[in-house]
């Protein structure tokens, strides 16, 4: 079985893939400080501990990374405990097939690239992927399924931190929609600034991505990825569809163009 694993900045995502098929799934907290044993015995404990897997082995590791010091150590948890499994990180020099159309494509982020493959292959181009991740990214793919270019806003839980910190009266919320937009008390008018807010982001900065991206707007799909992702979709009028394991799919896809 394929392991995918997706180190964000906040959380990491971990999938095991029968074929193309994610047969199980994990979400843990990113943490810099955690070694490449800490990081083999969560994994371990993890597989270890899920009724579908008894006796599986792990026959390939496909990663991405946004986190330096996090990247080190699970290249060294593949060398030590995985030496015997070819292992796909997804940096400079492997290949993706996705031209990427920026003015310094070294600093687009691994996992985006990864986005925008996974996004033609299961839907095509022209597509726009929006992650609700740590921040808020979207991502403009060509018909030819070239990356050529994107917008970072802040994320859902950045904001909350933000609001939460500087505000006297203003305290961390359950992130629910609330009964109007038109609040009747303080924790449901940061719910409606929140969840109508970033629905409403969303959709301005797609509208005008698929202005500058196509002369048709209806030929282009809109994917939401993304832990964050379930909070908007039903107030955003732009998302075509949603994808939970884009980013792990992608890997799997660049794991498959680099090994035999």
Known sequence: MLLSIDVGNTQTVLGLFEGDEVIEHWRINTDPRRTADEIAVVLQGLVQQSPLLADTDISGIALCSTVPSV???????????????????????VKTGVPVRMDNPKE??????VNALAAVHTHGGPAIVVDFGTAT?????SAKGEY?????????EIS????????AQLHKIELV?????IAKNTVEALQSGIIFGFAGQVDGIVERMT??????????????????????LEESRSIDV????LTLIGLRLIYERNTP
């Not at 949603?242 to 394991?245: A, L, R």
Request: glycine share 10%; proline share 7%.
């Open 137 to 141: 990214t979207f991502d403009a793919v």
């Open 160 to 167: 909350i931190d933000a609001l939460s910190s500087r505000g």
């Open 242 to 245: 949603f994808e939970p394991w």
């Open 71 to 93: 990247l080190h150590e699970m290249r060294e948890m593949c060398r030590r405990y995985y030496g015997d499994v070819a292992a796909v990180i997804v940096e400079p020099g």
């Open 211 to 232: 202005e500058e991206l196509v002369d048709e707007p209806e030929e282009v799909t809109v994917i939401a990825t993304g832990g964050l992702a379930p909070l908007v």
């Open 108 to 113: 687009v982020g691994a996992d985006r690239i």
């Open 177 to 181: 929609r609330p009964r109007s937009v």
């Open 148 to 156: 050529v270019g994107g917008a970072i806003a802040p994320g859902i």
